[in-house]
């Protein structure tokens, strides 16, 4: 499974980043059901996710979450009883269910789904135990263990010009040309000397620390920990440099660049969201409201045989002074149809 986050600014959609271990699978999942009752035309309808989720682990499984992911237990824990709801595997009293990671014990044979990210590996007492039977093929990890699937770093990677050629041959020209669309230009603060004659790219500076000196206007840039970090998921490790005083956002590059060896960060061009206006229910005024805010779009994909199987969408609207559409408190959370 992998889930794009996508931005609607003016012009069309931007992918803000890429998750391989999402949350939001079981409240996609409810809302669906949820709204698919008075809906029919829901993204994956009533039950799509559990289905791409079934798929996941077909025959049963662990759900194996750690104290880092504690906030998604109790979704994970309905799609679980969802699911053994309606098993047909009779031979198991609960072929899928919710564990934690601090203490699992891996059982040949039996597939496991992960909810933890690798930077969390450190946190995790007796992983090693699980990760030993994953590598021995005596039970099956998704997603699986590689590093490279959880950093923002590739976004920077795809816009290196030294791997144009590479990324237009294994794209294809179709899909490259789209996927410049629809990324994000982004840089990797990278310490390493330039030569003298030479430029980091759009942004004509010669040393990141000429960056430190941009004006506000010029400082639409989002800094980014581009992952295997406990700052790296949500809004934790992101900062916008047009709303940092001039001196934070100097210490910021600088920390990005003393950190590169262990924790990279990405600069990475701000798309503000297009304004939309959408009904929420205040259930302090018993009322139907409007508010106006940006939308973030998250489509849940499954890898289901040959094929990627869209299966939900879930739509978050931030009230529209916030720029940042991750990690909000307050937001409208719904299903999406296509019109």
Known sequence: MIRPDLILTDNGYIIAEIDSVPGGIGLTGWLNQTYSKFDSEIIGGANGMLEGFRTVLPNGGDIVLSRESATYRPEMEWVAARLNQTSNLKHQTSPWR????????????????????????????????????????????????????????????FWLQPLGEFWRRELG?????KLQEVIPYSWLLDPTPLPQHAVIPRLEIHDWREAAKFSQKDRDLLLKVSGFSPLGWGSRGIALGSDLPHAEWEKRIEHALATFESSPTILQRFHKGHLFEHRYWDPESGELKRMKGRVRLCPYYFVEGDRMKLRGTLATIAPADKKFLHGMTEAILVPSKIQ
């Not at 039970?139 to 263990?145: G, K, Q, V």
């Not at 020209?173 to 040309?177: N, V």
């Open 173 to 177: 020209e179709k899909y490259f040309i």
């Open 98 to 157: 919710v564990v934690p990671a601090e203490n699992y014990e891996p059982q040949d044979g039996r597939g496991v789904y992960r909810f933890f990210e690798l930077f969390d590996l450190p946190n995790i007492p007796g992983i090693e135990k699980t990760l030993r039977a994953n590598a021995e093929g005596r039970i099956s990890i998704t997603p699986p263990i590689k590093p490279y699937i959880e950093e923002k770093m590739s976004f920077a990677l």
